[in-house]
């Protein structure tokens, strides 16, 4: 059974609104406003303020955004602002700083000029000497890592990668070189191309590597596995939902066992990715470091396979 806020709650959210309203707001400036990814409840309050406070929001897609404001009771108009536009909508938010007016910029979903468009619209704007307020909020990138555990206070480390290739070739190349960096990689991938993506990870990464998947976070059906890569197929198999929604993978940080005999598989692999961006020298330190191996061991390896 539901139940309505208590006088309390309303009451302490009505005393935050106030002093969060009380903030400074510079004007003209662009405000960049993260918006929820899956859950309307993550809107921030500064968020909110923020959108309310300004003349005018570009969106990706005004019609997603149009329904998010409704849901929060937000009345600013909206204009177009995506990847197709990207160029002459930086060009009227210019006019609009010009006047004096705050700008908000959201996308669809999460953080704007994050594997969305926006980006060239701050840049525009940075350079003609305007301010930029970056609101920060929900993102996928961020959610999935805090349930999947794959980094730590001693090895904070992760790298984004952004969405995989759709072709299975240039995929498989693509994945060959970020499986190699020694932390985990974050990466979207579309739900129609998950069980292909998995297949193509089996083959670059092998069966034992760790693999995050976190599908429709934040929403009702929220789901976050963490398995083994050969288990993946099987994984998916199980439920014909896991094919659907949002989708992010995490490739936790590749586990190199040190051995005296010289490189193993996973090493080598690590090398010749390695190779294909640092000179042999440097290969080797890199390697040497992740692995644990003796650099003179992967110096003779890397100047074998350099040639």
Known sequence: MSQSPSPDFAATWNRLAQKVAGQHWPAPALYVVATPIGNLGDLSLRAWQALTQCDVIAAEDTRASRTLLDAWGI?????????????????????????????????????PAVSDPGARIVRVVRDAGHPVVAIPGASAVITALMASGATSDENPAFVFAGFTPAKSAARQKWLKQWAAVPAPVVMFES????????????????????????????????????????????WLNEDAHREQGELVLIVHEQVVAQSGDGPDAAALDLLDALLEVASVRDAARVAAKVTGLPRDVLYAAALERGR
């Open 75 to 111: 009345s600013t108009p909206l204009m177009a602002a995506h990847r197709h536009n990207e160029a002459g909508a930086a060009q009227a938010i210019l006019q609009r700083l010009e006047q004096g007016e705050r700008v908000g910029l959201v996308s669809d979903a999460g953080a």
């Open 191 to 234: 739900p129609h191309r998950l069980a292909a993506a998995l297949k193509d990870l089996l083959a670059v990464c092998g069966p034992e590597r760790t693999l995050t998947v976190a599908r429709e976070l934040t929403k009702r059906f929220e789901e976050v596995a963490t398995l083994r890569l050969g288990e993946a197929e099987q």
